[in-house]
């Protein structure tokens, strides 16, 4: 059985202290690889490599940087069926959502980051007859990156890749869940050319290697993606060692459905917003407000449509829906489905652990589920149960929706359906949420800062926000005369 070990330096190689730990399909509940569990010791050797390679690469030329990182984006494409399977393995999704989805855009990340590393200008500030300011932004040295596994791949690039543009030395950290893709990144950094040491890449559970490269006094800044709980608590040490640190963290995302909206095209597209990945995407929206005139057909054509998604084996081309991350996860999707009837809600489908024929018999599968008759203020729509769970609610006026979509200590992204051109940008401007799409859903611009407000996070990430955070800001006044 195949071992994925941590990648220090340029080289594979097992934990310091021998740790291991099984590797889960989630789609049939068995082992079939195992991973190379690491703690403090690891990461103290991947610290010492990063450091090592700190200045060489900071120094590195521009174009030669964004020459390895392009390379890097052009052997995910070149790999992108082997990257889609063991994606596909590691966490249950689709073979097509892990084709469409998460491979395409590990590579735009690297690609979008080497060319954005040459263009963006930093400031100056003239002082008339007295001075001129200018602003360095210098790479911050060696940085902390630590990943959830609901978008294995995708996200852990989306944090490495402006990281190594902005001419920082790497340890990071994917989810011990779905750590196959990012073991295979280690090999197409090396035959990209990345210099040894410039990414580390060290696997084990988030107490024992997050914590440690959190805690780490020469990892100057984290880059942390996951729960809100995990993001606290990282915030707190951070606190402690005044290191910067940037926090995407859960949500409870509103949908907003107007009467006036274009149905079947909202109809389509809620549909995605609410299940892709299993509803396990940080900005799926779980919380759908429909305004009343249009409420009981909506519940009627949504839950028709739901009822014929096709649920199952995830390496099937047809699957829309595959199975949950892990058995826990399970349970605690289960766990919010018997909570919402407690508080009264109607499972208007689903609502059940799926059975699977052979070889998905172990699986953790989930039938797509919609809960209506809930008011906001339950503990089912306040609680973020990332899974294919959403919730129905209807409301009368514009006011009303932002008011419910609002209550909510979350505030990550936001939906809108309405062709209404002054209601959509009323509402844009009312909703207490980082991302808001109107008229559509996940639709990215890389350039674009992403992130979240209230509990869903601190900073930014994306584009000139992201090579902010990777750099240090340094003034520089040159006076005329002296
Ligand atoms: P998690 O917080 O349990 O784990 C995330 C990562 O942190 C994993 O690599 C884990 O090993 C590590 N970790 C755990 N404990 C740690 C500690 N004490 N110190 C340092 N690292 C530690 O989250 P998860 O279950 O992997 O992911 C699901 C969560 O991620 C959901 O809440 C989801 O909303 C959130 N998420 C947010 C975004 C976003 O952009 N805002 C995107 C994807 C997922």
């Not at 220090?8 to 789609?27: F, K, Q, V």
């Not at 950094?189 to 805690?215: K, M, Q, S, W, Y």
């Not at 917003?273 to 929206?285: E, M, P």
Request: glycine content about 10%.
């Amino acid at each position: 059985m195949k071992q994925y070990n941590h990648f220090i330096n340029g080289e594979y190689r097992p934990s310091l202290h021998g740790g291991t730990m099984d590797i889960i399909n989630p789609a049939t509940g068995k082992k079939y690889a195992t991973l190379a569990s690491g703690d403090e010791a690891d990461v103290k050797l991947a610290y010492t490599a990063a450091n090592n390679a700190a200045e060489s690469w900071a120094c590195t030329p521009l174009p030669e940087r964004q020459r390895i990182l392009q390379k890097i984006a052009s052997l995910i494409e070149e790999k992108s069926d082997q990257l889609a399977e063991a994606e596909m393995l590691d966490t249950g999704k689709p073979i097509s959502l892990a084709r469409r989805l998460d491979i395409p855009r590990a590579a735009s990340n690297f690609s979008f980051f080497a060319a954005a590393a040459s263009q963006l200008a930093s400031e100056s500030h003239y002082m008339p007859g007295q001075a001129l300011n200018y602003t360095l932004r210098q790479p911050i040295g060696v940085v902390g990156c630590i990943s959830p596994w609901n978008l294995p791949l995708y996200l852990f690039t989306w944090k490495i890749a402006p990281a190594l543009a902005a001419g920082n030395t790497v340890v990071a950290k994917p989810s011990e869940l779905t750590p196959v893709t990012a073991a295979m990144l280690g090999d197409i950094c090396n035959e990209a050319g990345l210099p040894a040491g410039v990414l580390n890449i060290i696997h084990g559970t988030g107490p024992a290697v997050g914590e440690a490269i959190v805690r780490h006094e020469g990892i100057k800044a984290i880059s942390f993606t996951g729960s809100t709980t995990v993001g606290k608590r990282i915030a707190g040490i951070c606190a402690e060692q005044l290191k910067k640190s940037s926090l995407e963290l859960g949500g409870k995302n509103p949908v907003i459905i107007f009467a006036d909206c274009d149905y079947e095209e909202m109809l389509e597209t809620t549909i995605r917003s609410s299940f892709s990945n299993q509803g396990q995407i940080c900005l799926c929206g779980s919380r759908i407000l429909v305004q009343k005139s249009i409420y009981e057909k909506f519940v009627a054509d949504f839950t028709r449509r739901v009822k014929e998604m096709k649920i199952g084996d995830p390496s099937s081309p047809d699957t829309e829906v595959g199975a949950l991350i892990s058995e826990g996860h399970l349970q605690k999707v289960l766990s919010y489905i018997d909570l919402a009837q407690m508080e009264g809600g109607r499972i208007e489908c689903g609502g059940k652990q799926l059975h699977m024929p052979v070889p998905n018999e172990g699986g953790y599968f989930v039938e797509p589920t919609i809960i209506t008759g809930l008011v906001q203020n339950c503990r089912t729509n306040q609680e973020e149960i990332f899974g294919p769970v959403v919730t129905i609610m209807p409301f009368e006026t514009e006011m009303e929706a932002i008011a419910l979509a609002n209550q909510t200590s979350y505030g990550l992204a936001s939906v809108v359906w309405t062709n209404h051109l002054a209601r959509a940008h009323r509402v844009a401007g009312a909703l207490q949420t980082g991302i808001v799409w109107i008229n559509c859903w996940l639709l990215r611009d890389l350039r674009t800062p992403f992130g979240g407000v209230k509990q869903s996070g601190i900073g930014r990430e994306g584009g000139w926000e992201a090579i902010k955070f990777f750099t240090e800001a340094k003034n520089v006044t040159v006076r005329y005369e002296h």
